[in-house]
């Protein structure tokens, strides 16, 4: 059989890694496959620093729209990243009539709907393994190996960068610039790394989970993206004493009235598997009523981790492409005509979960009472209790509770009757917790 021709759209850290992997293991890709992948093509910005990756015949352009134009190439690799102009390269290799891979989840949890509804009219496939968890074959999990499934909850340590700057930053007391730096050095970080660290990468992730989980279409501006920007050590240490580790994690979850979608720094019991994630690798947790919860674990993001996904999409859409569109499995796991646009995605104060609250009271007596009354109307339950004890001659301690779960409005109600007592000083600091139990 002849060759399928493949043309890449960004040949930088992950298009250069797809590269090298195509080429090291072309014979056993090709046995798998049942046809030669045939890089032809690829696209860049700048040629000299492409010059590295020349041989094989393949040929070099700096106009993407050569590629996506090309009538010799069957399936284009969009790797370049960001909305525009890989949007319009997207759709234009859709209505050419070529597959697409992509490793863009902002893309598609931007313009996800509006990208599958063009390749499903024009008969194409649109694969994005690698958009999620990197080298973790998590959408071929929960669309395919999990299919028997009603999926209860997601939840993952979805972003490599930010959970390495919290490693190191707990592990090796390295300062967050420093260790920021060393992210983008490594080719994890995004190309705005803004995106990272204040969740909005996670956030784009978790939109493509709760989709093919849920069957919904992609709603990303729904989802509640809070960062690791304003974490700070002593949380950490606290979190600590109390059995806990602090991890940015996305929780999608299935609730009686819609669904939950939200991204925060999220306290875990330190004896969980997925607490115990370090570095840039990803972990992702996921609740099926039949299976019970399953773990998946490995490198979240680098060059050939990620090139791992887009090769094993390629080799999906090789072996699918002369497949009866019919046959083949749907984008989002559901099927076009069964999604269901009305479940709504939940407000955040409509959300459940539990609480770590941090403040800074008067060492006096009566103190401890106000609050726990104030808990107590708002009807959230106790679960710990530290304080710190005061330095001889210190008026102010640190208090630091745990809660059993209750909406966020009834803890918003409750935290800002708190700090309207005389007696607490300043802001009280809210980090939520899960305990991923069931
Ligand atoms: P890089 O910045 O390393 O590479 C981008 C590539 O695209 C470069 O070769 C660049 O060319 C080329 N490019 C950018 N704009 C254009 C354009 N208009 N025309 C032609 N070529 C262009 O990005 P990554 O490889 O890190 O990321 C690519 C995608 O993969 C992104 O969507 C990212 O979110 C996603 N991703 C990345 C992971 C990672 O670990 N890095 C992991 C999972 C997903 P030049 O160098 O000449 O400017
Ligand atoms: N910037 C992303 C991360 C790359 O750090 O996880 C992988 O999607």
Request: aromatic share 4%; no cysteine; charged share 25%.
């Amino acid at each position: 059989m002849k060759p399928i021709k493949v043309g890449l759209l960004g040949l930088g850290t992950v298009g250069g890694g797809t590269l090298t992997v195509l080429r090291r293991n072309r014979q056993e890709i090709t046995r798998r496959a049942g046809r030669e992948i045939q890089v032809a093509m690829a696209a860049v910005r700048d040629l000299n620093k492409a010059e590295k990756h020349n041989g094989d015949g393949l040929k070099l352009t700096t106009d993407p729209f050569d590629v996506v134009n090309n009538p010799d190439i069957d399936i284009v690799v969009e790797l370049i990243g960001g909305l525009s102009p890989a949007k319009e390269l997207v759709l234009k290799a859709i209505e050419n009539g070529k597959h697409v891979v992509t490793a863009n989840k902002h893309l598609l949890a931007k313009h996800g709907n509006e990208i599958f509804a063009a390749a499903q009219a024009k008969g194409v496939m649109v694969a994005f393994e690698a958009a999620v968890a990197g080298g973790i074959p998590i959408i071929k999990a929960i669309r395919e190996g999990l299919t028997a499934n009603r999926i209860e909850w997601v939840a993952g340590i979805i972003n490599g960068t930010t959970n390495f700057i919290l490693s190191e930053m707990r592990e090796k007391g390295l300062g967050f610039d420093t260790v920021l730096a060393e992210a983008q050095r490594l080719g994890y970080a995004e190309a705005d790394p803004t995106f990272d660290v204040e969740g909005i990468d996670a956030a784009h992730k978790l939109t493509i989970l709760s989709a093919i989980a849920f069957g919904i279409p992609v709603q990303f501006d729904r989802a509640y993206t809070e960062g690791i920007t304003r974490l700070t050590g002593e949380d950490v240490k606290y979190a600590e004493q109390l059995g806990y580790r602090i991890k940015l994690l996305g929780i999608t979850r299935r609730r009686a009235n819609g669904i939950e979608l939200r991204v925060h720094p999220t306290l875990i019991p330190e004896k969980r598997l997925i607490a115990n994630v370090s570095g840039a690798m990803n972990a992702v947790l996921v609740m099926g009523d039949a299976v019970g919860p399953t773990l998946y674990y490995g490198a979240g993001a680098g060059a050939e981790p990620t090139a791992s996904a887009v090769v094993a999409d390629l080799v999906d859409v090789t072996r699918l492409a002369t497949a009866d569109p019919h046959h083949r499995v749907p984008h989002l796991a559901f099927q076009p005509d069964a999604l269901q646009p009305d479940l709504p995605i939940l407000p955040m104060e409509e959300v459940e979960t539990a609480y770590y609250l941090r403040m800074r009271v008067a060492d006096q007596t009566g103190v401890l009472a106000d609050i726990t009354r104030i808990l107590a109307d708002s009807n959230i339950s106790i679960d710990a209790l530290m304080q710190r004890e005061p330095e001889e001659g210190e008026p102010s301690t640190d208090l630091i509770l745990l809660t059993h779960e209750t909406l966020e409005k009834n803890m918003n109600a409750a935290i800002a009757r708190i700090e309207g007592l005389g007696t607490v000083q300043g802001k009280v600091t809210r980090i939520r917790l899960e305990t991923l139990g069931k």
